[in-house]
């Protein structure tokens, strides 16, 4: 609209610019201007239409002027729409034709009786309107509820509200167009495969609309020649693409011009949904509209009016609605800014952090266990350390401590970035429960992490004759149920072992603590699970992946924080160093002085979503290439297709030097400790995220070694991601890196989350969302404080039973 005025203003300008010298090269100026026009002339009234409509019958007559009267003409309408038209005002009236359009639909829907937000829990099929065969299409995409149909978002917009004239278009772009059919043909490339191609003009210029798949030529030529027999324009909407001097858009959509129908491709912004194999947009558009229309004037609002009015949101029903069936503002759409958006994002949030606020609440109110822990206990653990804890670890352990001795469950969380020394602090905790009369169990999230811990926690405890045991995956099963016993009857102090193993098998004598590694994991239902065994033990997190503030509040809101900030003294950051594939005999040849003074070396290879064949291949080509280039030495292989004990064993080598290079297509282990490794060789470092790159290169570095981490890329690759790969040169600190990784990439990557379902928004995005994150939270927890039963909220409430994920048991809902 806004843009209309200014195409009107630019061809003036050139019109009339150093008195007319441009005048002659324009052509049919008359027919641009009736264009642009067109286009603004349903957003304007009174004086402003009048006017347009005046100037549309001097345009039309245009042929009959002389070369001094069109002169005449564009100059004063040159200073017209210069000077005096007003856009503003164009605007406002633009503002309050929606304001109409949106004050007839309540009218007409909303004030019809609600529901109970139950009802829309009910299977789609109970929705009158459809067929067996569109539930089953909303099936398709896990669509079960009506609820499910109306949450189902579009995550972007079409904008079909403005039609660029065919001279206008760009290449890549995705455009409306509108021109009458001059040219029909089928053909065939150069290799035999046959295309159809229709050639549309407008009054500045063509464009070819090309089809390939012979199975629809029929349908689009049938089309075609109607409209030509019928002198009528057609609309095409697709992407264009240029080749040479000429465009052309393959498939577009296509529909004959009617002027003034209703419903069809031009003057409407259309939602896009995200699909799932087979499914076409135009039908699944269909299907959610159906639900839609017919669900959402009943559908109750559920948020307490004091919140609505604090945050000034508008009606739930009215906000489902215009996000499936938008008008107005395209940008704001875009950016997810309109009130009604921001009102269903703010709703995500809200929910996500009532239930936080209902886990904490419930936690604080259990009786937990209150460790007798002192000062004598805490020297004597010190006394036997090889080494002084660092001030943060002090700090840390200090917080622990203090929430060991309440009654209350510990629910904390440490974050510390790779070898800021987590473990002797969780050993430190696992020695005060244990004094205290107690078991703890530790968990880690793969066995080669299960036996590390279950070796530094023997290191760190047995001075004191504690005694740790170690579950896995691969023991025999009679092994396993010796262990089981033998932590029945409570012979192990500490017990060790994967997730799952301890999770599900494993009866404790008395458990006091739980010590969890990387949480990221490890969700928010799982730790719920665990304490419905029906005991309340400490729970103490461990994670390496610095989190940034944002997703702290979400993915962690029900924990305590304690952050590790500082590295033990000594430590030397990596040196980090992109280098491009073309230069990698220069980083050979720095592996080999590295591997003669006996260090070790990793060579990381990633493979994101690719097929078995190819991780092979892929394996194989390149641990001959590095045996090939570093001959002398001992190369051993890790891939994701062998086994976790072969996996278990290669890494035992290299750990015990028998390999000293270890060339990797899988992620090497998160918390892998070889102190012995200086160098971390990361191939094709585009394809990872900033912070899966940061762990990677915290396997190195762990000594007073200087150590080096070579970012190897394509020359190729593109300024972006050189951009983000230098952030990694440029910082060791986990946190920096994490904040930019954020920037880049989505949330649930980063945390890992994704596998947890936390942190996993339809909407809300926290990066561009972390203002309506904080009022959210404030506000959940408020209502939390000052109405826990939610009484007086039954559909927020049932909502809250609906959402709620399987295993946690909120007291006082429902
Ligand atoms: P994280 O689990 O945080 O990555 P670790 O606990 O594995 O780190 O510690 C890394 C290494 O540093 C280990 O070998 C550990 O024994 C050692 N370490 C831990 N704390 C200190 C300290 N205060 N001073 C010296 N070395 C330490
Ligand atoms: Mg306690």
């Not at 067929?131 to 904008?159: A, C, H, M, S, W």
């Not at 004037?297 to 948020?303: A, G, K």
């Not at 970012?711 to 904040?739: H, M, P, Y």
Request: aromatic share 10%.
């Amino acid at each position: 609209m806004k843009e209309a005025v200014e195409n009107i203003r630019k061809l003036l300008t050139l019109l009339v610019k150093e008195d007319f010298k441009y005048f002659n090269r324009v052509k049919n100026p008359d027919k641009a201007l009736l264009l642009y026009l067109g286009q603004i002339k349903p957003f304007v009234s009174g004086r402003e239409k009048k006017f347009i409509e005046k100037v549309e019958g001097y345009l039309k007559e245009f042929d009959i002027l002389s070369q001094e009267q069109k002169k005449r003409l564009m100059k004063e309408l040159h200073t017209v729409f210069t000077l005096k038209f007003s856009t503003e005002e164009i605007e406002r009236n633009l503002k309050e034709r929606k304001e109409r359009v949106v004050s007839n639909i309540r009218k007409s829907f909303f004030s019809l009786d609600k529901y109970p937000v139950k009802a829309f829990f009910q299977p789609v099929s109970t929705v009158k309107s459809l067929k067996p065969q569109n539930v089953k299409r909303l099936k398709k995409l896990g669509l079960e509820t009506i609820y499910d149909v109306l949450f189902y978002l579009p995550y972007r917009y079409e904008d079909r509200t403005t039609v660029t004239p065919l001279n206008l278009l760009k290449d890549g772009e995705t455009a409306l167009v509108k021109g009458k059919v001059v040219n029909v043909l089928e053909s065939k490339t150069k290799k035999g495969k046959k295309l159809l191609k229709a050639v549309i003009y407008d009054t500045h210029g063509k464009l070819t609309l090309l089809f390939l798949q012979p199975r629809i030529f029929g349908f689009y030529k049938k089309l075609f020649f109607q409209a030509k027999e019928l002198d009528k324009e057609i609309i095409a909407y697709g992407r264009v693409r240029r080749s040479g001097l000429s465009f052309t858009m393959v498939h577009p959509e296509i529909e004959i011009y009617e002027p003034g129908r209703k419903f069809n491709k031009v003057g409407v912004i259309l939602p896009v949904y995200h699909l799932s194999e087979g499914l076409k947009q135009n039908t699944v558009r269909r299907d959610i509209a159906a639900v839609v229309k017919n669900a959402v004037p009943r559908f109750p609002e559920y948020l307490p009016q004091d919140i609505l009015k604090k945050r000034q949101l508008p009606d739930i029903a009215e906000s489902i609605w215009n996000v499936h069936f938008p008008s107005g503002d395209v940008d704001a759409l875009g950016e997810f800014k309109t009130p009604f958006q921001k009102r269903l994002i703010y709703d995500e949030l809200f929910l996500f952090q009532l239930i936080l606020a209902f886990l904490r609440k419930k936690m604080k109110k259990e009786k937990g266990i209150a460790f007798p822990v002192d000062e004598g206990m805490i020297e004597e653990f010190k006394k036997h350390l090889p080494f002084k804890l660092t001030s943060a670890q002090e700090k840390v352990l200090f917080e622990i401590v203090a929430d060991m001795r309440k009654d209350e469950p510990m629910n904390r969380l440490v974050q510390g970035d790779v070898g800021s020394g987590k473990t002797v602090v969780a050993a430190a905790s696992a020695f005060f429960a244990v004094k205290s009369g107690y078991q703890v169990a530790v968990m880690a999230p793969t066995e080669i992490l299960a036996n590390q811990h279950f070796k530094k926690f023997k290191e760190f405890l047995f001075p004191f004759g504690i005694k740790v045991g170690i579950l896995t995956g691969s023991m025999t099963q009679k092994e396993k149920n010796t262990m089981l016993k033998a932590i029945q009857s409570g012979y192990f102090d500490v017990v060790v072992g994967t997730h799952a193993l301890i999770q599900d098998k494993v009866e404790f004598k008395n458990l006091g603590l739980v010590i969890i590694d990387e949480q990221h994991r490890f969700g928010v239902k799982q730790r719920a699970e665990l304490k419905n065994k029906g005991r309340q033990p400490d729970f103490l997190v461990m994670t390496a992946t610095p989190i940034p503030r944002t997703l702290a509040l979400t993915a962690y809101g029900d924990l305590d924080i304690s952050i590790i900030d500082e590295l033990p003294a000594g430590r030397k950051p990596v040196k980090t160093k992109i280098v491009f594939d073309d230069e990698i005999d220069k980083v050979v040849s720095f592996l080999k002085k590295e591997l003669e003074k006996e260090h070790r070396v990793y060579v990381v290879y990633p493979l994101v979503e690719e097929s078995e064949k190819m991780e092979l291949k892929a394996a194989t080509e390149m641990y001959h290439f590095w045996r090939e280039k570093l001959k002398g030495f001992q190369v051993g292989l890790l891939h994701g297709k062998m086994k976790q004990e072969e996996k278990d064993k290669v890494m035992e080598k290299f750990k015990e030097g028998e390999y000293q290079v270890l060339v990797s297509t899988t992620v090497i282990e998160v918390g892998v400790d070889v102190p012995e490794a200086t160098v971390m060789v990361i191939e094709h470092a585009e394809r990872f995220g900033l912070a899966q790159l940061h762990q990677l290169r915290g396997r190195v570095g762990r000594s007073d070694r200087p150590s080096y981490c070579f970012l190897v890329t394509k020359r190729t690759v593109g300024e972006d991601a050189i951009k983000r790969l230098k952030i990694l040169e440029s910082t060791n600190d986990g946190f920096k890196v994490a904040e930019a990784d954020l920037a880049f990439r989505g949330p649930g990557e980063l945390t890992g989350t994704r596998q947890s379902g936390v942190g996993e928004f339809k909407i809300a995005d926290l990066r561009r969302d972390f203002e309506i994150l904080k009022k959210a939270r404030e506000d959940a927890f408020e209502l939390i404080e000052k109405n826990p039963e939610l009484s007086g909220l039954e559909n927020l409430k049932e909502l809250l039973n609906y959402k709620i994920p399987d295993g946690i048991d909120l007291v006082g809902v429902g």
